[in-house]
């Protein structure tokens, strides 16, 4: 989480709150999805769908804190597609704008695609941020994701997954995963939906759309990449033809 202004004595603060203590090295993750829709599209007529992807974060021994990630990577379910190469290049967020500006404000109206919410865990639990998290479709067509808080830090920056086929990989930067030096950060909670749609030939599209269900439910599957190893895990909903 990347401070915009900080002062001495905040950061003086921070060093002194980890001093002694040491974040759980076993982390635990719980990830879930859903999906409505329920009922699938077709090739022919694939169908627009809202998609809720959630992780709850938390250590074997139920204190202290999770481990900072520096990767999440989502696979989307067999039958979905991304769609932000359809949306009208003055419909798309600058990445290096919002960075810049420190502001979602930065990106158009149209590209917002979703929005959620991070509460992150720092200081071995000690210290909380809450985040709101905001989707946008970036100028390459991939995610990009608007992280706004207030306290203790003040963060307002983007950061980017990368799509590729049905794969979502998000690189968390180090001055998220740190956001002063030696102060790690962990995620207790995480939950976001991608909803977004736009207009193409006069036909309401999605930014993400079903086109097939096999087996009455799509899996997917949710990876955490940590500073100390990583967890993955299938995640399910359920879909009719």
């Known amino acids: 989480m990347r401070k915009v202004f900080l002062g001495g004595a905040l950061v003086c603060a921070l060093s002194l709150a980890i001093t002694g203590t040491a974040f759980a090295t076993t982390t635990t993750m719980n990830a ?8 699938a599209g077709t090739k022919k007529k694939p169908r627009p769908t809202a998609l809720t992807l959630g992780i709850e974060g938390g250590t074997t021994t139920g204190t202290g804190q999770p481990a ?9 379910p067999k039958g979905f597609v991304w769609n932000g190469k359809l949306w009208a290049k003055k419909a798309r967020c600058s990445v290096s704008d919002a960075v810049r500006k420190h502001s979602a404000s930065a990106c158009p109206a149209k590209s917002k695609i979703g929005k959620g919410h991070v509460t992150a865990l720092a200081s ?5 941020e809450e985040l709101d998290v905001t ?3 970036t100028t390459t067509g991939d995610l990009g994701l608007f992280l706004k808080g207030d306290s203790p830090l003040p963060i307002g920056t983007m950061i980017v997954g990368k799509v590729k086929g049905r794969t979502i990989d ?3 930067p180090l001055n998220v995963q740190e956001p002063v030096s030696g102060v790690k950060s962990g995620i207790k909670t995480l939950k976001f939906t991608l909803n977004g749609k736009t207009k193409v030939k006069g036909k309401s599209r999605g930014i993400l759309e079903t086109t097939s269900c096999s087996g009455g439910k799509w899996t997917g599957q949710v990876t955490n990449i940590l500073q100390d190893g990583s967890l993955t895990q299938k995640v399910s909903t359920p879909c009719h033809k």
């Not at 071995?124 to 909380?128: D, I, K, P, Y």
């Open 135 to 137: 989707a946008f479709v």
């Open 124 to 128: 071995n639990g000690n210290l909380v």
């Open 68 to 76: 900072p990630s520096t990767r999440l990577k989502v696979m989307l």
């Open 170 to 172: 998000v690189a968390i």
């Open 32 to 39: 879930s999805m859903k999906a409505s829709p329920a009922k």
